[in-house]
């Protein structure tokens, strides 16, 4: 009875979070412009204010927060709530949209990881 409470009230925070956002701050650009997109690169230039938080990050983690596009436990677009949270999970670079996955996603490695394999 206890673990199904526990899982009904796991699935509707999750849910939650995914109706209204991680919390994250959004609008914290800090006045920095975004990097010069290529053309080539496959990289939408769609939502300017993604791509001021990707600028953020060091060439090589925008590489690899691109590649991975949404957050691993929310879906949300990478610097769509401000620069990506890079987490190192077993080994393997990964990246979150926001601190609110922070927990989840140490929680649920296992999971990520193995989705990972599968993209």
């Known amino acids: 009875m206890m673990k199904t409470l526990l899982n009904i009230f796991a699935v509707t925070c999750l849910g939650l ?11 914290a650009t800090d006045g920095v412009e975004p990097a010069p997109v290529d053309a080539q690169d496959g990289v939408s ?58 927990d989840s996603a140490i929680e649920n490695k296992d999971e990520i990881l193995a989705n990972l394999v599968k993209e």
């Open 17 to 27: 979070t995914a109706l209204v956002g991680c919390g994250g701050d959004d609008a």
């Open 45 to 102: 230039s769609e939502n300017p204010e993604i791509e001021v938080s990707l600028a953020k990050l060091s060439a090589e983690d925008r590489a690899l927060a691109e590649k991975q596009a949404d957050c691993v436990v929310g879906g949300d677009a990478l610097g769509s709530m401000g620069m990506p949270i890079k987490l190192d999970l077993d080994g393997t670079p990964v990246f979150i949209c926001c601190e609110g996955c922070r």
